[in-house]
C-alpha cells in the first residue's frame, strides 16, 4: 500500500495556481447556490435570492484572495511538515546506516576532521595577521611608512629607518593621499614602583589623535590632548592590563603620580585592551604625548590612505614633497618612501603562505581519500540503491538520501575538525619561539569558522554527486540478478586508482619541500659562523645612573672592572664592544672607495659598523685572512679593519686601500665629510646575528675610542654561566642598581634559526599527516581489489600459481600506482619548489638528494600500505574461493 504522504507528493505536484483559483471559485459558487437555495425555500424570488446571496456573503474578490490565501498557507505548513518529516526519516536512516558500519564511519570522519583541522588552525593564523591585521575602521587602508636607502653604489644592508620629525611635518601638512598620520615611538623606560626599586615596563609615545584613529575612548578618565602637548602637561594613558595587573584595577588612580626614569607623570586615563593594535608592535603598558614638532625625534609612522589610493601612488607623492621640501633635484633624494600594509610587514609572511599551500595540499589529499572511501562503500550498496530504484525511488529521492548522509558526515567531521584546528592552534602557539611571537594574536574568528562550513557544504554536495553519480552507472536489472553485494567496473576502479596516484602525488610534493626544508634547517645549524659562540657570554652594562654621566668615569669604571674580570679563574678571555653579537648598529651616509667612482651625491646606504677593543677578535675566536689587528687605537690613526667578502668584492690586495662614510642625517642632510680610514686587517666573514645574515655584507671594526652609556661586555668562560657570578657580583659593586642578565651568544644564535625550524617541524607534521592519509587510501585499494579477485586468487592458487607469483601480483599492483604517484608528484614538486626557493638556505630547490629520499619514503609506505591485502591474497582458500559465487 502506498504511504498516504507520497500519494499527496504527487498529488500536489499536479497543481497549478489556476488549479487553486477554480477550486476557490468552485466553493463560493456552491456557497451561494446554497445560501440562494435557502432563501428561496422561504418564498424569496430565484433571481432575488442569489442577489441577497452575493449581499450577503460581501464583496467577493476580497473573499476570493483571503480564501486563495488561506489555502496557500495551509498547503505550504503541510509541504513543510511532510518535508521535515522526510528529513527526519532521512537522518534517522543515515544515522542507522553508519551506526551498522562504526568502523568505515570513524575512518571518514577521522580523515576528513584531520584535514579540516589542519586547515582551520593555519587558516587562523592567516586570517588573524594576514586578512585581518587590525582591529581598526577602515583597516584596509591603513599602511605604515617608512624610508629606504635610494641606491647608491650597492654596498651596505637594506633596512628601512624611521622618518624624522621635520620630514613627517612636512608629509602632515602636503600629503593628499592620505586621510591621517599617526606617529609611534615605543621602548623601555624604568619605573619606580612603591618599595623604591625600579621596574621595567613599555612605554609608547603616540600622536593625541590616536584614539580617534582607531575608534576608542578610555574606560576610565580622558585621552591626552594637543593641548597637554603645548603646555608641558607631564601626562600618561595607561593599558588595561596594565591598570589591573600592576595595579588592582583602583578607580582612584587618575590624578596620581607616575615616576618614569627621572620625571614624573600624571595618570589622566585608562584605555581598553586592544588600544595598540597587534602586527608588528609589542604591546604598551602605557601611552605619553609624541610632539611631532620635536626635530630631534623619529617615529614609527601609520597612515590611512584615501579611497582609491594605491600604496605606490601615495609612495611617489611622498617623495616627491620629500625632495621638494628637502631641497633635492627632481627624484636624486636620499630616501625613497616605503608604503607597505601591516600583512605585507608580518616577519614570517613568505613561511606562513608555504603552510597555507602545504595545508591546502592536505586538504586535498584528505578529500580524495574521503572520495575513495564513499567510491568503496558504493560498490557495497549498489544493490540496495537497485532495490529502492525498483520500488519506485527516483534520482532524485535517492540524491537526496545521499546528500544527507553526506552532509551528516561532512558537518560532523568539521565540527570535529575544528575542534582539532582550535587544539593544534593552541599547540602551535605553545611550541612557537620567542621570534615569531605575532602568532599570540592567532585565534579562531568568524572568517575562520565561515570558510570551515564552507568546506563542510562544499564537501557535502561533493560527495554526495559521486556517490549518485556510481548509482547511477549500474544497471538496475544487473544488479538485481547478482549475488554480491559489490557490483563494481572498470570505471570505477580506474577512479579509485586516479585518487590514490592523486593523493600519492600531493603527498610527494609535500614530502620533496618537507625534506628541502629539512636539509636547510641542517645547514644552518652546521653554518659557520665565522667566530667561536661556544662558552662565550655577553653583558649589557647600563651605565645611565648620574655617577657615569662623564665618558672618562665610565672610561676607568669599565677599565676597572675589565681587568677584574681578565684575572677570574674561569674567565679566558674578556672584552668591550659598541655591539654584541645578535645586534647591529650602522652609519647611515655614502660609502666612498678610494679608486672606485663615488656614489651619487642624493644616494645613501646603511653600513655596519662596530667600535670593538683590540681583544675583540681573540674573544669572539675570530680568525684573521690578512693584516692584523690595530696597532695605534688613537682617534688620529683613522685605522680600519673589515670583512673578508667585503674586501674580496672590492680588492684584491686590501691591506692599505683606504674607505670613507660620508654620513647623513635622518632627514637627508649631509653631516660633513668623514676622514679616509685605512685598512690594517681583514678578518673572516662572520654571522654574528645568526646563521640567515649574510655573512660578507659590509662590516668595518674601528678601534673603541669611547665608553657607551650600554657598553657590551664579552665573557669567554670555561663551563656555565655559573662561572659569571663573580663577575655580575663586580658589576654590581660598580654602582649599577641592578646586575645584567649574563645572554649566551650560543643559545642566541641557535634562536636567530628559531623561526625556520619551527616552520620545518609545521610542514613535517602536515607531510606526515599527508602521508598516512596516503597510505589509507591506497591500502583500501589494494583490499579492494584483493576482495574483488578472490575467486580469481582462488583458480590461479588451484592451478597451481605460487605464494610468491601472488604476492608479487598484489604488491606490483600497489608498486604501480606509487611509482605514478611518484613521477606526478616530483614533477609537481620540481614546478613548486619555486615557492620556497626564498625559504632555503645552502640547499638547491632540485636537490637530488631530497628528491631522492622522497621516492624512498614514498615506495616504503606504498609497500607497507601492501602488506595487509597481500597477506589476505596469500590466506586465500582455493575451494572456499571457488564456491563463494
Known amino acids: 500500500m502506498i504511504r498516504s504522504d507520497i500519494r499527496r507528493w504527487f498529488h500536489l505536484a499536479l497543481r497549478r495556481r489556476d488549479w ?54 495551509r498547503e505550504q505548513r503541510m509541504q513543510r511538515n511532510e518535508w521535515l518529516g522526510n528529513l527526519r526519516t532521512d537522518v534517522a536512516f543515515a544515522m542507522r546506516t553508519m551506526g551498522r558500519q562504526k568502523a568505515w564511519t570513524a575512518v571518514t570522519l577521522i580523515t576528513l576532521a584531520l584535514g579540516i583541522g589542519a586547515t582551520t588552525a593555519v587558516f587562523s593564523i592567516v586570517s588573524t595577521l594576514l586578512i585581518h591585521p587590525l582591529p581598526y575602521p577602515n583597516a584596509n587602508r591603513i599602511v605604515y611608512v617608512g624610508q629606504q636607502p635610494s641606491g647608491g653604489n650597492n654596498t651596505g644592508i637594506k633596512v628601512s629607518i624611521t622618518p624624522a620629525a621635520q620630514v613627517v611635518r612636512a608629509w602632515m601638512q602636503h600629503a593628499r593621499s592620505f586621510e591621517t598620520f599617526e606617529g609611534r615611538q615605543l621602548g623601555p623606560r624604568s619605573m619606580k614602583t612603591k618599595s623604591g626599586e625600579p621596574s621595567t615596563v613599555s612605554v609608547e609615545s603616540i600622536f593625541p589623535t590616536f584614539a580617534s584613529f582607531v575608534d576608542m575612548r578610555p574606560i576610565l578618565g580622558r585621552m591626552f590632548t594637543q593641548n597637554d602637548i603645548d603646555t608641558g602637561s607631564p601626562v600618561v594613558v595607561l593599558s588595561e592590563g596594565f591598570w589591573r595587573e600592576r595595579l588592582a584595577a583602583d578607580r582612584n588612580v587618575l590624578g596620581q603620580a607616575l615616576t618614569l626614569g627621572d620625571s614624573s607623570f600624571t595618570i589622566v586615563g585608562v584605555m581598553p585592551g586592544g588600544f595598540g593594535g597587534r602586527v608588528i608592535a609589542r604591546s604598551a603598558d602605557m601611552w605619553i604625548p609624541l610632539d611631532v614638532r620635536i626635530d630631534e625625534l623619529g617615529m614609527s609612522l601609520m597612515g590611512r590612505l584615501r579611497p582609491g589610493v594605491t600604496t605606490r601612488g601615495a609612495a611617489a607623492e611622498l617623495d616627491s614633497i620629500f625632495a621638494r621640501t628637502q631641497g633635492f633635484e ?73 546528500l544527507v548522509e553526506s552532509a551528516l558526515l561532512s558537518f560532523m567531521g568539521t565540527a570535529l575538525g575544528v575542534f582539532i584546528g582550535w587544539a593544534g592552534l593552541k599547540g602551535m602557539m605553545a611550541l612557537r619561539p620567542r621570534s615569531l611571537n605575532d602568532l599570540d594574536a592567532a585565534h579562531l574568528d568568524m572568517t575562520t569558522l565561515g570558510v570551515a562550513i564552507a568546506v563542510a557544504v562544499a564537501t557535502g554536495v561533493v560527495f554526495a554527486l559521486i556517490g549518485a553519480r556510481q548509482a547511477a552507472r549500474v544497471s538496475t536489472h544487473d544488479a538485481l540478478k547478482t549475488s554480491s553485494s559489490r557490483i563494481g567496473g572498470h570505471g570505477t576502479g580506474r577512479t579509485r586508482s586516479l585518487l590514490v596516484v592523486s593523493e600519492i602525488a600531493l603527498s610527494g610534493a609535500l614530502l620533496v619541500g618537507a625534506t628541502l626544508l629539512v636539509r636547510s634547517v641542517m645547514k644552518l645549524q652546521a653554518a659557520d659562523l665565522g667566530f667561536d659562540a661556544r662558552g662565550l657570554y655577553a653583558l649589557n652594562v647600563p651605565l645611565q645612573t648620574p655617577q657615569f654621566q662623564s665618558a672618562i668615569t665610565r672610561a676607568q669604571a669599565v677599565g676597572d672592572l675589565m681587568r677584574r674580570l681578565r684575572a677570574l679563574p674561569a674567565v679566558r678571555a674578556a672584552t668591550v664592544a659598541g655591539v654584541g653579537p645578535g645586534s647591529r648598529r650602522f652609519t647611515i651616509g655614502r660609502l666612498e672607495i678610494e679608486g672606485e667612482p663615488p656614489p651619487p651625491s642624493a644616494s645613501s646606504s646603511f653600513i655596519d659598523v662596530n667600535s670593538v677593543e683590540r681583544s675583540y677578535f681573540t674573544t669572539m675566536g675570530m680568525s684573521f685572512t690578512e693584516g692584523a689587528v690595530f696597532s695605534d687605537t688613537l682617534p688620529t690613526s683613522h685605522q680600519v679593519i673589515v670583512n673578508e667578502g667585503f674586501a674580496r668584492r672590492h680588492w684584491q690586495q686590501p691591506l692599505g686601500k683606504r674607505l670613507r662614510i660620508l654620513e647623513r642625517s635622518l632627514a637627508g642632510e649631509d653631516e660633513g665629510s668623514v676622514t679616509w680610514l685605512t685598512i690594517v686587517g681583514v678578518v673572516r666573514d662572520a654571522r654574528t646575528v645568526g646563521a640567515l645574515s649574510e655573512s660578507n655584507a659590509p662590516l668595518l671594526y674601528t678601534p673603541l675610542n669611547e665608553i657607551s652609556q650600554n657598553p657590551v661586555i664579552l665573557v669567554r668562560v670555561d663551563g656555565e654561566s655559573r662561572a659569571l657570578a663573580p663577575a655580575l657580583a663586580m658589576i654590581t659593586q660598580m654602582g649599577v642598581k641592578r646586575a645584567p642578565t649574563p645572554e649566551s651568544i650560543a643559545a642566541m644564535m641557535a634562536r636567530a634559526i628559531a623561526g625556520p625550524r619551527f616552520i620545518m617541524l609545521l610542514l613535517a607534521i602536515l607531510t606526515t599527516l599527508a602521508l598516512v592519509l596516503a597510505a589509507v587510501g591506497l591500502y583500501g585499494v589494494m583490499s579492494y581489489s584483493v576482495s574483488e579477485q578472490t575467486r580469481e586468487i582462488g583458480i590461479r592458487v588451484a592451478l597451481g600459481a605460487s605464494q610468491q607469483r601472488i604476492a608479487r601480483r598484489v604488491i606490483g599492483s600497489g608498486a604501480a600506482l606509487a611509482l605514478a604517484g611518484v613521477v606526478v608528484g616530483f614533477a609537481f614538486a620540481a614546478w613548486g619548489t619555486q615557492l620556497i626557493q626564498t625559504q632555503l638556505h645552502d640547499v638547491d630547490r632540485l636537490d637530488p638528494i631530497s628528491f631522492a629520499v622522497g621516492a624512498v619514503v614514498l615506495i616504503g609506505v606504498a609497500l607497507v600500505a601492501c602488506i595487509v591485502p597481500t597477506r589476505r591474497a596469500l590466506a586465500v582458500d582455493p575451494m572456499t574461493a571457488i564456491r563463494a559465487e
Request: charged share 25%; glycine share 6%; net charge positive.
Open 20 to 73: 487553486w483559483e477554480r477550486e476557490v471559485e468552485d466553493e463560493i459558487k456552491l456557497h451561494l447556490a446554497l445560501r440562494a437555495e435557502q432563501l428561496m425555500a422561504g418564498g424569496a424570488d430565484p433571481n432575488a435570492a442569489y442577489h441577497e446571496a452575493v449581499r450577503r456573503f460581501g464583496p467577493l474578490k476580497e473573499s476570493k484572495s483571503r480564501l486563495l490565501a488561506a489555502a496557500r498557507h
Open 330 to 402: 627632481g627624484d636624486k633624494i636620499p630616501f625613497a618612501s616605503v608604503v607597505s600594509t601591516p600583512a605585507e610587514r608580518v616577519r614570517f609572511r613568505d613561511s606562513l603562505m608555504l603552510l597555507t599551500a602545504a595545508v591546502g595540499l592536505v586538504l586535498l589529499v584528505a578529500c580524495a581519500n574521503v572520495a575513495h572511501l564513499l567510491l568503496s562503500r558504493g560498490s557495497t550498496r549498489q544493490r540496495e540503491m537497485a532495490i529502492r530504484t525498483a520500488l519506485g525511488a527516483g534520482r532524485s529521492r535517492i540524491l537526496r538520501q545521499l
